[in-house]
């Protein structure tokens, strides 16, 4: 069986409606999608009024594969189909997935959260071969042990908090489990079979991955890879708008090709953050069916993205006070100066293609410039000829269009002369001392000059 993509949703939840569900799923990726499909999957295999007694939900960082398993294996106390749904199935994707999870064994315990940390990073020894018997050998020994094992490409001691992690773990008196691999036991029950009308769903924050045990849900179930991020940027693209275009629809309400490419530049390849901007967007419409760039402009909230955002849109259009301002934005909300930079960086690698890009078009009016219906109907059909450079291959046309627009501000010896000024900035960054924040106001300021 392939592993199914957010188009297929549709096929899946009808499936499920018809009565013929698969036995298992595996829904992975981004953590809004995810929690989404499942209760609507939910809804179509089991009716409220039976949920208490038929849906079970567990949590993977606390619950072992046995349990699980035993779960699924227990009749419900009504008739029908019974669900067993288990959160964060750590034990069991642990492995390929280690800096994902250290990351959250690391948070927990900065949280306050020992006894999640120790958890996770319990299943994290098991698919490394680590057992608690194992990290006796004293101090210097046991970090040996966890650097080669947890942290194979970093350098120096091991982190204080999983030192203090594993310090609480040895003081705890819990006796270890026979060393059985939850993969195994899963793998084993999938092809054993479940009880009839007993259903295993297992959701997971992040891609699903590759390993064996995913081909056999996928052989013997479905697999629903909903990563965003991760994937490539047409297929997130796509995704995000056929999110949007079904929840707009689930309104009556519509969306035009710029205000949809602004909306996805601005709130990026977070389906949460969407999703609040069109409850927000669907509020301020009103009664009015379509939604407009001016929509955006005016309604879509700062996120963490778009003061980066903001402040390449103002110094293409060499807005001092403005530019200095965002920088200040970006200061405030912890922004690494090394990120700023590749930030614009990469905003002026844009624009250089894009300037380079108008020598190959014929020379057009100004007015054609000032509506994005002109330079559809007059330049867009020139750009088609030829593959466009890379950095503009893959912009929606509304963001090519504006690309384009703000190249025509700078000329080729300037934009060159820029980056060459970033690529000294960014040494400077690295090597002098200097303060940062010092250097990058320095090169707004000659920039924007």
Known sequence: MPVYTYKDIPKILTQAEKGQPANIYLIAGDSYLVNDVHHKLIDRLIPEESRPFNLEIADGEKEDIRSILERLQTFPFFPGPKVVSVKNPVQ???????????????????????????RILRALFQNVGISMNSLEGG???????????????????????????????????????????????????IR??????????????????????????????????????????????????????TRLAQEGKTIIPQAEALLLERVGPETYLLEMEIQKLVAYTGDRKQILPKDITEIVGAFREEPLYELTSVLGERKLEEGLQKLGQLWEQGYNPLQILA??????????????????????????????????????????????????????????????????????????????????????LKTSGATPAFLLEDFIISFCK
């Open 92 to 118: 069991i994707f642990s492995s390929g997935g280690g800096d994902r999870l250290l990351k959250k064994a690391e948070e927990a315990w900065q949280k306050g959260q020992p006894e999640r940390c120790t």
């Open 139 to 189: 101090e210097s020994k046991n970090e040996e042990i966890l650097m080669e094992k947890l942290f194979p490409d970093k350098e120096g001691p091991l982190p204080n908090w999983c030192k203090e992690a594993l310090i609480h773990m040895q003081d705890q008196s819990t006796e270890e489990s026979p060393t059985l691999n939850p993969e195994q036991l899963l793998d084993s029950a």
């Open 192 to 245: 054993q079979g479940f009880p009839k009308d007993h259903l295993l769903i297992l959701l997971m924050e992040g891609p699903s991955g590759s390993k064996k045990i995913v081909k056999t849900i996928a052989e013997y179930g479905v697999v629903l890879n909903l990563s965003l991020k991760q994937g490539k940027k047409g297929e997130q693209t796509a995704t995000l708008k056929g999110f949007m275009k």
């Open 343 to 428: 930030g614009i960086t990469n905003a002026l690698r844009r624009l250089l293609a894009a300037r380079e890009l108008l020598g190959t078009v014929s020379e057009a009016p100004d007015r054609i410039w000032q509506d994005f219906g002109a330079f559809s109907a007059k330049i867009l059909p020139q750009l088609k000829q030829a593959p466009l450079p890379e950095f503009l291959s893959r912009v929606h046309p509304f963001v090519l269009y504006n690309t384009m627009k703000t190249s025509r501000n700078f000329s080729l010896t300037q934009l060159v002369s820029a980056l060459a000024a970033l690529h000294q900035t960014d040494r400077l």
